[in-house]
Nanobody
Framework: QVQLVESGGGLVPAGGSLRLSCAAS????????MAWFRQAPRKERELVAA????????DYGDFVKGRFAISRDDNKNTVYLQMNSLKPEDTAVYYC????????????????WGQGAQVTVSL
């Protein structure tokens, strides 16, 4: 089992930036596909960004439109989500997730989840 701890959430004005971090432990990090999902009240969980074990393959939700970037640092066992040009509709709880697969974009394919980080974007 993988333990995931997110950090970096908070309140930011529209147009601002945040960087979320997710520290992983319990398994060899370089053998994990990683992703960020989000869930807003009364909405379904959706993919924000995913990265493969090697970091060579990435994918983003359609709504990202070049504003976010996922990256990983295997030396620190950490995956990051840099979010720029934030909009009020980006307000949600953001979850870090890990999979034993090389790469995945569906939340059902992820085995372990963090506790979530609240991101609130004000007008």
């Amino acid at each position: 089992q993988v333990q995931l701890v997110e950090s970096g959430g908070g309140l930011v004005p529209a147009g601002g930036s945040l960087r979320l971090s997710c520290a992983a432990s319990g398994r060899t990090f370089s053998r994990l596909g990683m992703a960020w999902f989000r869930q807003a009240p009364r909405k379904e969980r959706e993919l924000v960004a995913a990265t493969s074990r090697t970091g060579r393959t990435t994918d983003y939700g359609d709504f990202v439109k070049g504003r976010f970037a996922i990256s990983r640092d295997d030396n620190k066992n950490t995956v990051y989500l840099q979010m720029n040009s934030l909009k009020p509709e980006d307000t949600a709880v953001y979850y870090c997730a890990a999979t034993s697969r090389y790469y995945a974009i569906r939340w059902e394919e992820y085995d372990d989840w963090g506790q979530g980080a609240q991101v609130t974007v004000s007008l």
